[in-house]
């Protein structure tokens, strides 16, 4: 039985550690759209790290270019396929890390799908967001036994760097928030709504009422999510039953406004607005992550109300994951290579190697175990 235990727990502390401070970058490719020609694609080729794009219809090297990432979804990934590997990271938040998972890409190219699933949610085709809180819940109850977790959860929208709740309305809008810095737990948006929820069923209805709000505060739900960063920030924290420990970790679910670049001759009035603010925020993201892959001792994160929220998410002992999503369609091929491009940025980063990791209380906890099991084993034998 020991040994069971023992080598169970030193398997999580090996995931954990394995997972420790590295930016990783999942590409995904939406399948074409029923309807539509399908005859064209601008992916040539794909395997599981690497996809290669036809820049033009000339044959010969000129006319590709391959981008290698941690891994490559096809077409026809399932959404389970999508989720599988994400698993170990929803563990860390249990053990107290900062877990942020991002959707990146131009509108139309699958974000939605991803994080939260077709209009249409069968238990099939369910997306991230879903998912991550559901195992969340499995493994909270698994360990019921010797960690007591409470979780809750907020959700937020950046639109024009102005911060919302998308759990609260007042007179008819979202009600707007400030970011505060420095605080304790994580919680760096303090006055927005904290709701606790112990099902997924709960969550699933606060995302519900997150997307009516949003529905509600906008003229064109369409157009204003797809100008908008939204945010599902699930706040954890368990105690050990024991020993009294208190762990404190905290996921965010975030479906980043779209990255295509809005032609600037053409943009006016609230689009040109919009547009300039997706920038600033989308190249504020790139230049945090830039920064920390160089080591720098100044990161900005004071340049976007995005990068400010996630502070405590990235970098450090943090880990992030970035689903990258492109489109097929050749017509979308000059925002397909940049968002390609923007990734391959992001996944060159490897975070966190050159600080002495300060290690979460949930990963000493393991560790002490680990050490008592030994003890107790090396008595029996
Ligand atoms: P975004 O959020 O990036 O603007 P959506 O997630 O809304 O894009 O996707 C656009 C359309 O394509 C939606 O109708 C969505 O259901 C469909 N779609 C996206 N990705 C997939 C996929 N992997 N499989 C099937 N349909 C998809
Ligand atoms: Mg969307």
Redesign the pocket.
């Known amino acids: 039985k020991y040994h069971k235990v023992l080598e169970e727990n030193c398997k999580l502390y090996n995931q954990v550690q394995d997972l420790k401070g590295n930016i990783r970058v999942y590409c995904?490719i939406?399948?074409f759209?029923p309807g539509k020609p399908n005859h064209l694609s601008t992916v040539e080729d794909l395997d599981e790290r690497t996809i290669t794009i036809l820049t033009s219809s000339k044959y010969g090297k000129e006319g590709r270019k391959s981008f290698t990432f941690n891994k490559v979804f096809g077409?026809s990934?399932s959404q389970e396929e999508v989720f599988s590997d994400t698993q170990p990271l929803i563990r860390s938040v249990l053990d107290g890390y900062n877990v942020c998972i991002f959707?990146y890409?131009?509108?139309?190219?699958?974000?939605?799908?991803?994080m939260t699933g077709?209009?249409e949610l069968t238990k099939e085709s369910v997306g991230v967001n879903f998912r991550a809180l559901s195992d969340l819940f499995l493994i909270s109850d698994q360990r019921k036994d010797s960690i007591a977790y409470d979780v809750s959860v907020q959700m937020i929208e950046i639109y024009n760097e102005q911060v919302r709740d998308l759990l609260v309305m007042d007179g008819g809008l979202n009600r707007r928030l400030e970011i505060r810095n420095n605080t304790q737990n994580g919680v760096n948006v303090p006055d927005a709504n904290l709701v606790p929820v112990t099902s997924t069923s709960d969550v699933i209805n606060l995302m519900n009422l997150g997307q009516k709000n949003r529905a509600v505060g906008s003229t064109a739900m369409n157009v204003r999510s797809?100008r908008s960063h939204s945010c599902l920030t699930v706040h954890v924290q368990g105690r050990y039953v024991t020993s009294g420990t208190v762990v404190r970790g905290c996921m965010h679910l975030v479906?980043l406004a779209?990255s295509e670049r809005v032609d600037k001759s053409e943009a006016v009035g609230d689009r040109l607005k919009e547009a300039q603010h997706i920038n600033k925020s989308l190249s504020a993201l790139g230049d945090v992550i830039s920064s920390l892959a160089q080591k720098q001792s100044h990161v900005p994160y004071r340049n976007s109300k995005l990068t400010q929220l996630l502070q405590d998410s990235l970098g450090g002992q943090a880990k992030t994951l970035m689903f990258v999503?492109i489109s097929p369609e050749p017509d979308t091929l000059g925002e397909t290579i940049s968002t390609l491009k923007f990734a391959e940025r992001v996944s060159t980063v490897e975070l966190g190697s050159a600080r002495v990791n300060k290690e979460s209380a949930g990963v000493k906890e393991l560790k002490q175990q680990i050490a008592s099991l030994k003890v107790a084993l090396a008595r029996k034998e």
């Open positions: 995904r939406r399948p759209m077409p990934a959707a890409g131009q509108t139309g190219s699958g974000k939605t799908h991803t077709p209009s797809s479906d779209g999503h």
